[in-house]
């Protein structure tokens, strides 16, 4: 179990402010009166300890209390372009980051949990002793803003008054950070006393680029106390290593949701849109997704957009789960963003309205932003993340250099969206109906397929196995993604399992509001299913058919094939979405390839799943009791059909099973 305020506070051990005479002294000396008067407003002596004890640590030349005035906001603004962290391009608005070369995503080898003795952490992520933390945040931070002036923000994860927001602090001396935390998270300065007092806690978050030179980077690290719920992060500049509400603060809510509220409220790596149904019912639904594995572009397909990235939920008093986005904006990937597949979002990149920190992608000769798979002519020359770039360029390997980082991003606010709904700020929530588990799954699941029960459609998300991607410095391959919320869950993976088995079949949960839970991918090859080509067996756009039908089948308006994975859908369905979602002809051909079940590499799956979780503590039963009854199931199919069964030998075998058990 976690235990909070548990040992030693590092920020206020290393800071040395205790008392109220002592914080009063320290900022009549390091802010001026104006500064002062408005950290004056804030009335809780908790958050004023922490930002003078930050003060003391860092060391800054000057410190800026942004109250999320207008006139706040320009001066980040302003401070990004003087500090050289972005330039302006020739669209109003439009700025350029470029993080470090070396940099281009998150540092999971140097971003450590600080525990305390006898503390466990997730098996998959790193974990440093308090007293070793101590040592080093000390020694890597102690005036760290030494002639640059500190930002300090006050925000809400979440719409202000919901039962699930949480209150951060953000402390930075870039201003590029602050300019993004004024984009995606709610500026609450004027309510944060109260919303403190609320919610009976708050996170902080101390961030310093220091010099913001490659040569600093093995010295980049990132803690997170769990304890103390405080993060720290030095000499780095990507925003997920920097922008610590972000994932930083996201582990902080899922141990929430894990140790104090369990089988009450969930803290997930998910996107929040919503479906137009019959009649103009609206849908709400939430997906899983790795980053860069599609959560944007799914997010995108709904009719009203409330989040791309994460999801806080909880049971309400009504018996349904409700869910509302942590951010008010998109932190999004750009490769293979175009018109095609995402007609929404290009809308907003490519003309004038909206404020938008593009980060290492291509700047062309014209001073146009350029990147990887934008479906346009492909400029001559520019500069990008690694500095000039021109048709042709090769690294040192000898491969073509590409014009943008796989990585490179678009930060923009959430109201820029022609589907952005105002659902977003509702303190309430949005119902949520459908729930989606998915990644780079390219040879082994089908499109969809709708988990039979609560511990079927967990084990789905339990399940996930997608391609690594470039969020990650140095990750490759292959492999396990749970929940895609792994990387972000800070104890074992067990107790977060447990929590997820609690929630998702508690009795306070209606029947009537109870959510499918569904596994998508979009990502099967042609290559998967017999040919040579590596292309999608499919279109991005395919994703609104799709999720079409899942709302459909959440009102149980549509029947379906069952399988031991899973309900799948029936062509005839599938057919008449697909013209009227997104007037496509959709094949029988296809469907066939597309939802036959490859039985041993399903089988060979759930292989991998058993022996990896064997080896975790505390795994609960009911995974290991879902996966033996799939194996069973496939199987028996396999023994009368072989090992690729279609859509109608499942229903053939089904009817006979029925016939039997008559």
Not at 142 to 162: E, L, N, Q
Request: with cysteine; charged share 25%; hydrophobic share 35%.
């Amino acid at each position: 179990m976690l235990e909070t305020k548990k040992g030693i506070d590092i920020l206020i051990e290393v800071g040395g402010i205790t008392t109220a005479e002592a914080v009063t002294q320290l900022l009549e000396k390091k802010l001026d009166t104006a500064h002062l008067s408005r950290l004056g407003q804030i009335k809780n002596s908790e958050i004023i300890l922490k930002i003078a004890n930050a003060i003391v640590l860092c060391e800054p030349e000057t410190v800026y209390i942004n109250t999320g005035s207008e006139e706040d906001k320009q001066f980040i603004r302003d401070l990004a372009l003087k500090n050289g962290e972005e330039a302006k391009l020739p669209i109003d608005g439009h700025t350029i980051h470029y993080d470090l070369k070396d940099e281009q995503g998150r540092i999971i080898d140097r971003t450590f949990y600080i525990a305390n003795e006898g503390e466990n952490v997730n098996s998959l992520a790193n974990k440093l002793l308090r007293a070793d933390a101590l040592v080093e945040v000390r020694g890597k931070m102690t005036g760290i803003m030494r002639g640059r002036t500190m930002i300090v923000g006050f925000y809400m994860r979440g719409p202000v008054g919901s039962p699930v927001s949480n209150p951060a602090l953000e402390i930075t001396s870039s201003a590029y950070v602050a300019h993004s935390a004024e984009i995606l998270y709610r500026n609450a300065f004027s309510a944060y006393d109260k919303e403190v007092e609320r919610a009976g806690h708050f996170y902080t978050n101390i961030h310093s680029e220091g010099l913001n030179r490659t040569e600093d980077l093995p010295n980049a690290r990132v803690f997170m106390d769990r304890s103390h719920r405080t993060t720290y992060s030095m000499y780095c500049t990507y925003a997920g290593n920097t922008l610590l509400l972000k994932k930083g603060n996201h582990r902080f809510s899922v141990d929430k949701a894990v140790y104090e509220n369990r089988g009450k409220e969930l803290s997930e790596h998910m996107f929040i849109t919503g479906v137009k149904g019959p009649g103009g019912r609206v849908t709400w639904c939430a997906g899983a997704a790795p980053s860069g594995c599609g959560k944007t572009t799914t997010a995108m397909a709904g009719d009203y957009f409330i989040g791309d990235d994460l999801a806080q939920m909880w049971i309400a008093e009504d018996g349904s789960i409700r869910s509302v986005n942590p951010e008010c904006g998109i932190f999004g990937i750009v490769e293979d963003v175009n018109w095609d597949g995402d007609p929404k979002l290009m809308e907003v990149l490519r003309n004038p309205g909206a404020e938008v920190i593009w980060s290492n992608v291509l700047i062309d000769e014209n001073s146009v932003p350029q990147w990887t798979g934008n479906g346009e002519k492909l400029p001559l020359k520019g500069k990008n993340f690694q500095g000039e770039w021109k048709q042709g360029m090769k690294d040192g390997n000898g491969k073509p250099v590409p014009i943008s980082h796989p990585n490179a991003r678009c930060t923009l606010a959430s109201t820029e969206m022609s589907n952005y709904s105002e659902m977003a700020e509702n303190p309430e929530g949005a119902e949520t109906r459908v729930i989606t588990y998915s990644g780079r799954d390219s040879d082994t699941m089908p499109p969809i397929r709708v988990g039979k029960n609560p511990d079927h459609g967990i084990v789905i998300g339990a399940c996930i196995v997608s391609a690594a991607t470039a969020t990650e410095v140095g990750a490759t391959g292959v492999k396990r993604a749970p929940w895609a919320n792994a990387p972000f869950i800070p104890g074992s993976l067990g107790g977060y399992m447990k929590a997820q088995f609690q929630f998702f079949n508690s009795e306070n949960i209606s029947k009537e509001k109870c959510p499918i839970m569904a596994g998508l991918n979009y990502f099967l090859t042609h290559e998967a299913r017999g040919s040579d080509s590596k292309k999608l067996l499919g279109e991005k756009k395919d994703v609104k058919a799709w999720m079409a039908w899942l709302e459909r089948r959440a009102h149980n308006e549509l029947d379906a094939i069952e399988s031991p994975i899973g309900y799948l859908p029936k062509f005839e369905d599938l057919k008449q979405l697909f013209k009227t979602i997104i007037d496509k002809d959709y094949s029988q051909e296809l469907y066939v390839k597309q939802f036959s079940l490859y039985i041993d590499k399903i089988v060979a799956r759930i292989d991998l799943q058993e022996d990896a979780y064997s080896k975790e503590a505390n795994i609960p039963d009911q995974l290991f009791e879902v996966l033996k009854e799939q194996r069973e199931g496939l199987m028996a199919i396999r023994e009368k059909y072989g090992p690729v069964v279609t859509p109608a030998q499942l229903e053939a075998f089904n009817k006979n099973q029925q016939i039997e058990n008559f």
